[in-house]
């Protein structure tokens, strides 16, 4: 059934890969979940609660960071296919950009959701500590958003991962000097009591080095943590792109030297890790040039192939999140203003599945 307020456009996927051979995934019909024709939603991040349903949150402004803005989120009972009218969980103060949300369902059902801050202004932006909320519901109320980190020698500003792990929750940030300038550099957190508090357990890269900021984190056997960092480019023009691969043997404590991916996989902004199977793992998210992508690994994380083209974007577009559902198959979500006016994304909607029974 139809649920109020929910927008459906339903249209044949292309499969498009990049050789001849036949796609190991197959895209189906797509759902615009969130939408308007003025509006800006993007950057997505889609969570299945305990109850079942799926919880998609994004952000609702009108330009990509800057902007008065607020994180929405809808629910869908049937795997995506419908969505609910669209709540607010948190309105930004005027000034100040609600950006970026991540949420992670804990072990006893609760859902956290972090909210980075981007004060913007003509004498110049700030990079704020993020906000971080929590439901006790399945996503229909919420707390009041407050600062996540209370330390005065950084600005936590994003937290771009957070998962379950054998060992309790572990997540990551990117993190700046106070007052949100300057160098970034991505700090590993554990919580030990299913998310009530957070300690910095090691760096994925320190200040002085300036690289990397979004990354991925799955945990491919007990203790053993796969991470797919996007370098920054900007910030060391001579340096060539990277998507960096590292390890961590000790529940993300300490970590291999990083080894660049490129030569396999496109520099991906915003990776996204979902586990299909045993040994198969479904790596998304925004590539070059202006695509959204997907890759599959077969041996748990070790190699990546069967690149696969989700949609392609005019000037915004790309994020991408995933939960499993049924054999071999996600539902994912990402933003894209493809099919609208261009930096005008809409958040999109659709099963993805592995194709060719490998």
């Known amino acids: 059934m139809l649920r109020l307020g929910t927008i459906l456009l ?52 009108n330009e990509h960071a800057a902007g008065n803005s607020s994180i929405g989120v809808r629910d869908s009972q049937d795997d995506g296919k419908t ?10 103060p005027n000034g100040t950009s609600a950006h970026n949300p991540v949420a992670l369902v804990t072990r006893s059902g609760e859902i956290i959701l972090w909210i980075s801050r981007y004060v913007f202004s003509e004498k110049g932006h700030e990079r704020q500590h993020q906000v971080w909320t929590r ?20 600005s936590c500003y994003y937290m771009t991962e957070a998962i379950q792990t054998s060992n309790g929750l572990l997540a990551c940030d990117a993190a700046f000097p106070p007052g949100g300038g300057g160098n970034c550099f991505v700090q590993v957190w554990h919580s030990a009591d299913d998310g009530a508090t957070w300690q910095v357990i090691s760096r994925l890269t ?40 590292l390890w961590s043997r000790d529940g993300g404590k300490t970590w291999s030297p990083r080894e660049n991916m490129v030569a396999t996989l496109d520099v991906l902004q915003r990776p996204f890790l979902t586990r299909l199977d045993e040994q198969t793992i479904l790596l998304s998210g925004r590539g070059a040039p202006r695509k959204t992508v997907a890759y599959l690994s077969r041996d748990n994380g070790q190699t ?7 949609d392609a974007y005019q000037g915004e577009g790309g994020y991408t999140a995933a939960v499993t559902s049924g054999k071999r198959s996600v539902v994912i979500a990402w933003h894209s203003d493809e099919g609208t006016d ?7 909607v659709a099963t993805l599945k592995v194709v060719d029974g490998k």
């Open 10 to 61: 339903l249209i044949g996927a292309m499969i498009t890969t990049t050789s001849g051979a036949e796609p190991a995934l197959e895209l189906g019909p797509v759902v615009r979940a969130a939408t308007g024709p003025e509006g800006h939603y993007g950057f997505p991040r889609l969570v299945r609660a305990a109850d079942g349903r799926l919880l998609v949150f994004y952000r609702v402004g």
């Open 83 to 92: 969505w609910s009218d669209e709540r607010t969980v948190w309105r930004a």
């Open 135 to 154: 439901s006790k519901d399945h996503g229909q109320t919420w707390s009041t958003p407050t600062q996540f980190d209370m330390s005065t020698e950084r």
């Open 206 to 245: 320190m200040p002085e080095e300036n690289l990397g900021d979004e990354a991925a984190f799955l945990e491919t056997e007990p203790g053993v943590i796969l991470c797919l960092l996007r370098h920054r480019g900007k910030a060391h023009p001579e340096m060539s792109p990277a998507t960096w691969r």
């Open 304 to 310: 990546f192939g069967d690149k696969f083209e989700l």
């Open 342 to 348: 261009k930096s005008k994304p809409d958040i999109k």
